[in-house]
């Protein structure tokens, strides 16, 4: 992005102008865990509920017509910018949703009403499920949930010290596999994974897979169709859209074969009082009254990103990356969690200052206005491996700019001063 290109961005977000403890300009470090949303996406939010509020998939009026038409172009928007068809994207409340979801299609729940292609989801205990070390929890306790209700046995690649999927453990998948699990970016680390190994392995084995793209969508141009995984998972409130609504991707025949996650209304054919035909994906999986609104927000924020192209906000956010990770070798005790190449990560920086907790460097920054996370940001496998027992993490946006960066560098140089009381260079103290 152009200087010029940049400073529109920025105005297009309003949370972005304003202050935090006692009239310090915010400079928010933290899209990782949330994003902020522009002006646009809140607009369409609140001008669904201004002009068109209805319930969807229901009712002969207008204004159910027009809801419903707003929530499926919604789909269309969204499934375009991921490059899949529109009847493969299933709404969920958020990625975690999503996860669940799928592994619930496996817990033998019913078997013996979904005819012949449900047995492919059949899991035993000669059976394993595969994830990584390096999960967020989200694509990890649902595993472990379905492990223990069906007796099937839980593997997981193994990280590098550098916290990338280490492709040497690869042959932990084999012919007991039959789901494979794994994230695409990881939100400690910011590593991409070597997504067309993993699904090699897993398609040599006759695995299905489900990838995580919770932190690859919202900063990396990705086309689940050509990663050629099973299933994606992703939230919306990443990815400059509302809370309340994330995405899940199955391919059609998988969708299919698979029982519904929640039942009652909407997602029904027949009902009798004993029994009960489903509706086609993706209408199965969306039981009872929809988060429309959210969806409306979705498709305004999926707008965005594909008017700016994902490849620009991709270019970027590698700059901020390198800037950030360059800026931070600088300073003396602070260990990067994950790639030191930038080319193999996204703006998702963890780090460690030695002999400080990172509860204190996250109140340090953010008496200078900087918002970062700290903790084991739903990652405690990932942080064990790695040595640490929580980090501190500054995530970009793309709305972030070096001059941010720059400040969040020179007060992270101060904090070692401030804590050990080290002389640092650059910066007196305050
Ligand atoms: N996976 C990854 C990699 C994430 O970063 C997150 C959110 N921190 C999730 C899953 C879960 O997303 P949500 O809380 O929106 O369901």
Same mark, same amino acid.
């Given at each position: 992005?152009?200087?010029?290109?940049?400073?529109?961005?920025?105005?297009?977000f309003?949370?972005? +102008?304003?202050?935090?403890?006692?009239?310090?300009?915010?400079?928010?470090?933290?899209?990782?865990?949330?994003?902020?949303?522009?002006?646009?996406?809140?607009?369409?939010?609140?001008?669904?509920?201004?002009?068109r509020?209805?319930?969807?998939?229901?009712?002969?009026?207008?204004?159910?017509e027009?809801?419903?038409?707003?929530?499926?172009?919604?789909?269309?928007?969204?499934?375009?910018?991921?490059?899949?068809?529109?009847?493969?994207? !299933?709404?969920?409340?958020?990625?975690?949703e999503?996860?669940?979801?799928?592994?619930?299609?496996?817990?033998?729940?019913?078997l013996?009403?979904?005819?012949?292609a449900?047995?492919q989801?059949?899991?035993?205990?000669?059976d394993?499920?595969?994830?990584?070390?390096?999960?967020?929890?989200a694509?990890?306790?649902p595993?472990?949930?379905l492990?223990? @209700?069906?007796g099937?046995?839980l593997?997981?690649?193994g990280?590098?010290?550098s916290?990338?999927?280490?492709?040497? +453990?690869?042959d932990?998948?084999?012919d007991?596999?039959?789901?494979?699990?794994? +994230?695409?970016?990881?939100?400690?680390t910011?590593?991409?994974?070597? #997504?067309?190994e #993993?699904?090699?392995?897993?398609?040599?084995?006759?695995?299905?897979? !489900?990838?995580?793209?919770?932190?690859?969508?919202?900063?990396?141009?990705?086309?689940?169709?050509?990663?050629?995984?099973d299933? $994606?998972?992703?939230?919306?409130?990443?990815?400059l859209?509302?809370?309340?609504?994330?995405?899940?991707?199955?391919?059609?025949?998988?969708?299919?074969?698979?029982?519904p996650?929640?039942t009652?209304?909407s997602m029904?054919?027949?009902?009798?009082?004993?029994?009960?035909t489903?509706?086609?994906?993706?209408?199965?999986?969306? $039981?009872?009254?929809q988060?429309?609104?959210?969806?409306?927000?979705?498709?305004?924020?999926?707008?965005y990103?594909?008017?700016l192209?994902?490849?620009?906000?991709?270019?970027?956010?590698?700059?901020?990356?390198?800037?950030?990770?360059?800026?931070?070798?600088?300073i003396?005790?602070?260990?990067?969690?994950?790639?030191?190449?930038?080319?193999?990560?996204?703006?998702?920086?963890?780090?460690?200052?030695?002999g400080?907790?990172?509860?204190?460097?996250g109140?340090?920054?953010?008496?200078?206005?900087i918002?970062?996370?700290?903790?084991?940001?739903?990652a405690?496998?990932?942080?064990?491996?790695?040595?640490?027992?929580?980090?501190?993490?500054?995530?970009?946006g793309?709305?972030?700019?070096?001059?941010?960066?720059?400040?969040?560098?020179a007060?992270?140089?101060r904090? @070692?001063?401030?804590?050990?009381?080290?002389?640092?260079?650059?910066?007196?103290?305050?």
């Open positions: 992005l152009t200087a010029t290109e940049l400073a529109a961005v920025r105005a297009d309003p949370l972005l +102008t304003r202050t935090v403890r006692d009239g310090k300009p915010l400079v928010y470090l933290d899209s990782a865990a949330t994003s902020q949303k522009p002006e646009c996406v809140i607009d369409a939010e609140q001008d669904y509920y201004l002009r509020n209805a319930a969807v998939h229901r009712g002969a009026h207008a204004l159910a027009e809801a419903t038409e707003a929530y499926e172009n919604a789909r269309a928007a969204v499934a375009g910018l991921v490059g899949i068809d529109t009847d493969e994207l !299933v709404w969920t409340k958020n990625a975690t999503g996860i669940n979801l799928v592994a619930y299609a496996f817990s033998n729940a019913s013996g009403r979904g005819g012949t449900a047995e989801f059949r899991l035993g205990p000669r394993e499920v595969v994830v990584t070390e390096a999960e967020h929890h694509n990890l306790v595993w472990q949930e492990c223990a @209700r069906t099937a046995t593997r997981w690649l990280v590098t010290d916290g990338r999927i280490d492709t040497g +453990t690869l932990v998948i084999g007991r596999t039959r789901v494979v699990a794994f +994230t695409h970016v990881s939100n400690v910011g590593a991409i994974s070597p #997504v067309a #993993v699904v090699g392995a897993a398609r040599r084995a006759g695995a299905l897979v !489900v990838l995580d793209a919770c932190q690859s969508v919202p900063h990396l141009p990705v086309d689940l169709r050509a990663l050629d995984v299933f $994606a998972v992703f939230s919306g409130h990443k990815m859209g509302p809370t309340g609504i994330g995405a899940l991707y199955g391919r059609r025949e998988l969708l299919e074969a698979m029982p996650f929640g009652g209304g029904v054919e027949v009902v009798t009082m004993t029994e009960t489903y509706a086609a994906p993706p209408q199965r999986f969306e $039981a009872g009254t988060m429309v609104a959210q969806t409306v927000g979705l498709h305004a924020a999926a707008d990103l594909t008017e192209g994902m490849a620009a906000v991709a270019a970027h956010e590698a700059e901020l990356t390198a800037h950030l990770l360059h800026g931070i070798g600088q003396d005790g602070v260990r990067v969690l994950g790639p030191t190449d930038p080319a193999d990560r996204v703006g998702v920086v963890a780090f460690t200052v030695d400080v907790h990172p509860h204190d460097v109140q340090l920054l953010d008496d200078a206005g918002a970062v996370r700290v903790g084991h940001h739903c405690q496998p990932l942080h064990r491996r790695l040595g640490a027992q929580s980090s501190a993490r500054a995530s970009v793309l709305h972030t700019t070096t001059a941010e960066i720059d400040q969040f560098c007060e992270l140089a904090v @070692r001063q401030f804590f050990l009381g080290e002389t640092v260079t650059g910066g007196a103290l305050a």
